[in-house]
DNA sequence: ATTATTCATCGTAATATTGCGATATAGTTA
DNA sequence: TAACTATATCGCAATATTACGATGAATAAT
């Protein structure tokens, strides 16, 4: 998407930047709810629930994988995929520190 | 980037990938660490600090308003930004979704 | 061995994002 | 009014994302 300027930002920025861009899409979040809603892993049966192809589902399972946020084991032909929460961490610290006391709503 | 099929998800998945999509990228993050760093509303002494033109940043301004990230009041010429914190506590809810006892992991 | 199943990858087309310079808009000041 | 300052917007070029069908690779089943 166009030159992003990645030399000049802290290493942490890139990092939590690249995390939330891996969220920052319908499909990624449904698959994210759909691995939550399961008791066990769950393989290709993303693939029936999201209206994506087959090829699509793949592409944005690997972008979350890259992403860390989720883990694939293969078993056989299949692939199982579960939620790895690694970074939520430092998802949460991100939040936490936009949520500083010194940051009074001065914008009414 | 392509077509993204929005009718076929739930308004929650929506609302939180747009949120999410507008906090993947360095220079968003920069400008709101930016923002939560400093005791008072900064106008646009973002532009002296981050590597961007005064065109760009803002775009991402305008980008982080429109989801809801921040706010924004004119006073006099400048334009005074400062965090909106509305939309904290569904990207927490999100998260806590995808660390339910229930997802044990499976994947080792 | 052949076939079926599951998932990944390639190639392509359509669309979105990013960044910049130039320009427009609006308030402030002289 | 005219010049100055601070933001926003437009138009363009470069690049990234998304989606799909087709194809490939690997295991499982017959």
Redesign the pocket.
Known sequence: ?????TDTYTDQTLAVASIF??L?????IAILEFLAKQTSCI?????AEL?????????????L?AAGLIK?T????????CINETHFPLINTFIQQLQTPTNQSCCS
Chains 1, 2 share one sequence.
């Open positions: 998407m166009g030159i992003t300027k861009k891996a920052g899409h319908p499909a990624r393989c290709g049966e993303i693939v209206p994506l192809s087959q090829a699509s589902i793949s592409r944005h399972l690997v972008e994988k694939g293969i078993s056989g032909t299949s692939v199982c995929y």
